[in-house]
C-alpha cells in the first residue's frame, strides 16, 4: 500500500483485510466512519454533560468497533478509557478531558478518512 506513508492518524490495513479488494465495499466504509465518528463523539459529550454513565458506556463500546477500521492507538485507547471509567461507575470528570483530546484527534482522523475517500 504505497499510501500508508503519507498517512498520519490512520491505519486501514484491517478495513483492506475486510474489504478484500473491494473498492466499492472500502468507499462505504470510509464514507460511514467519516460520517459515524463526529456523531458518536457528540454523542459522548452529551452524555458526558448530562452525567449519563450508561449511554457514555454504550456510545464508547459501540464505537471500539468503528476505532477497528480507523486503526488510531491513541484514539482507541482513549475510548477503552471512557468505557471503562462508565462501566466501573468510577468518577466521570477524567473523561472531559479525555472526549476534548478525542475531538482533537478524531478531526485529524476524518480528515485523513476524506482524503482516502477522495483518492479511490
Given at each position: 500500500?504505497?499510501?500508508?506513508?503519507?498517512?498520519?492518524f490512520i491505519n486501514l490495513d484491517y478495513m483492506d483485510l475486510m474489504a478484500d479488494g473491494d473498492v466499492d465495499m472500502k468507499k462505504t466504509m470510509l464514507e460511514m466512519?467519516?460520517?459515524?465518528?463526529?456523531?458518536?463523539?457528540?454523542?459522548?459529550?452529551?452524555?458526558?454533560?448530562?452525567?449519563?454513565?450508561?449511554?457514555?458506556?454504550?456510545?464508547?463500546?459501540?464505537?471500539?468497533?468503528?476505532?477497528?477500521?480507523?486503526?488510531?492507538?491513541?484514539?482507541?485507547?482513549?475510548?477503552?478509557?471512557?468505557?471503562?471509567?462508565?462501566?466501573?461507575?468510577?468518577?466521570?470528570?477524567?473523561?472531559?478531558?479525555?472526549?476534548?483530546?478525542?475531538?482533537?484527534?478524531?478531526?485529524?482522523?476524518?480528515?485523513?478518512?476524506?482524503?482516502?475517500?477522495?483518492?479511490?
Amino acid at each position: 500500500m504505497a499510501n500508508n506513508g503519507t498517512r498520519e492518524f490512520i491505519n486501514l490495513d484491517y478495513m483492506d483485510l475486510m474489504a478484500d479488494g473491494d473498492v466499492d465495499m472500502k468507499k462505504t466504509m470510509l464514507e460511514m466512519l467519516v460520517m459515524e465518528l463526529p456523531t458518536e463523539l457528540a454523542k459522548l459529550h452529551d452524555a458526558f454533560g448530562t452525567g449519563d454513565k450508561k449511554t457514555l458506556k454504550s456510545v464508547s463500546h459501540k464505537l471500539k468497533s468503528t476505532l477497528a477500521f480507523v486503526g488510531n492507538e491513541s484514539l482507541d485507547k482513549m475510548n477503552k478509557t471512557v468505557e471503562r471509567i462508565a462501566k466501573n461507575d468510577e468518577n466521570i470528570q477524567p473523561i472531559g478531558d479525555l472526549l476534548n483530546q478525542m475531538d482533537g484527534l478524531s478531526a485529524n482522523v476524518v480528515k485523513e478518512l476524506g482524503d482516502e475517500l477522495k483518492n479511490l
